[in-house]
C-alpha cells in the first residue's frame, strides 16, 4: 500500500522518470505489436494510410506531410511535415504550428497507428 502511494505522489509531483508520453505509449501497445523498423520507416514517402472513418494520412517526398479528414468529418486537409524521432515515432509538425508524434505499429499484418495518449487506429486494408 504505501508503495502505491509513493509511487503516486511521485507520478503527480512532476518528477516522473518517465515522459507521460512514453507511458501512454507502452501502456498501448499490445501482444504482437511490432513498431515499423528502419526499413518500413524509409519506405514512408509515397504511402498513404486510410482510417476506418475515412480519413487518410499521406506521406509525400522529402517529409511533405497530409491528413485529409472524411465528408462524415468536415472533409478538408491540414498539412505538414514529419520527420522519424530517434525512438521511431513518426513526428508531424502542421502548418498551422500543432505537432504531435504517433507510434506506427504492425499487428497481425495490419498497421495500427498509436497516439502520444494511447489511442489505437487501425488502418484499413484498401479497397
Known sequence: MNRFILLALFMTSGLSAFPIQALAQDGAMRVGD???DDEALAALPGQSFVFYDDGEARFGPGG???YTYSAENGGGTSWG???VSEDNQICVTFVNGSSRC???VTN???TVVITADGQRFPVREPK
Do not use: K, T, V
Request: no cysteine; aromatic share 26%; net charge neutral.
Open 34 to 36: 511490432e513498431p515499423y
Open 108 to 110: 497481425q499484418n495490419r
Open 81 to 83: 511535415s514529419y520527420r
Open 64 to 66: 511533405a506531410y497530409s
Open 102 to 104: 504517433d507510434q506506427y
